[in-house]
């Protein structure tokens, strides 16, 4: 799918499996990894870790760090055509691609490794977990924060930021999600989603 060699493909998947994306079981193969939602600790854990730093996102922004950069946030239009057009897999990846770009915009690297591993892992319970067309984390939501920061209103960003991550915590569904996946949709570079999004 991507024209590359055994090797890069291996590395890729023991880098996934230190990030709890991907199990490596000897003499069968890599499989993407089922996280249990019985496990409401470890999810629990995930989301409490995305409020910590998350709310520390929004209020960096508010301070001046990446508020003229806002607009750049790119999933925000492409979520919505995404839902519109019933495109769920790519709905449900830039769901997770909205927190990622508004953490870039704080320009601290560490912030943005740490978020973007619960962040991926957030994303997985939700592909795995979710009935297809749905999705915990709102598109809508993510446009009130922006508004919210727009207008230079920490306290209602910050407000609205909590309860967004309360909401996405408690929508988990126990039933595996419907519906084959694309994969080559799935990993699609940017541009290349940009083209499935606009045909």
């Known amino acids: 799918m ?6 890069t493909v291996r590395q890729a998947l023991a880098q996934l499996a230190d990030e709890r994306l991907v199990d490596l079981e000897p003499n069968r193969g890599a499989f993407v990894a089922s996280p249990s939602l019985h496990e409401v600790h470890e999810v629990h854990e995930v989301f409490e870790m995305r409020r910590i730093i998350e709310l520390a996102v ?21 979520e919505r055509r995404a839902f519109e057009s019933h495109d769920f897999s790519a709905w449900i990846r830039l769901s997770g691609e909205f927190h ?7 320009g601290n690297t560490v912030l943005c490794e740490c978020l973007s591993g619960l962040v991926a892992r957030s994303t997985l319970i939700s592909a795995l977990y979710e009935s297809l ?11 009130q924060i922006l508004a919210a920061l727009d207008a230079g209103d920490a306290a209602r960003a ?11 915590e408690l929508k988990m569904l126990e039933r595996p999600a419907r519906g084959a996946v694309d994969l080559k949709e799935v990993f699609a570079r940017p541009a290349e989603r940009e083209k499935l999004l606009d045909a």
Do not use: P
């Open 100 to 106: 990622t770009e508004l953490a870039a915009l704080t």
């Open 158 to 168: 910050a407000d609205l930021m909590a309860q967004h991550l309360c909401d996405v």
């Open 133 to 143: 067309g749905k999705s915990s984390c709102s598109f809508e939501d993510h446009e």
């Open 2 to 7: 991507f024209a590359v060699k055994r090797g």
């Open 58 to 78: 929004v209020e960096r922004i508010a301070q001046g760090h990446g508020t003229r950069r806002l607009k750049s946030i790119g999933a925000i239009g492409h």
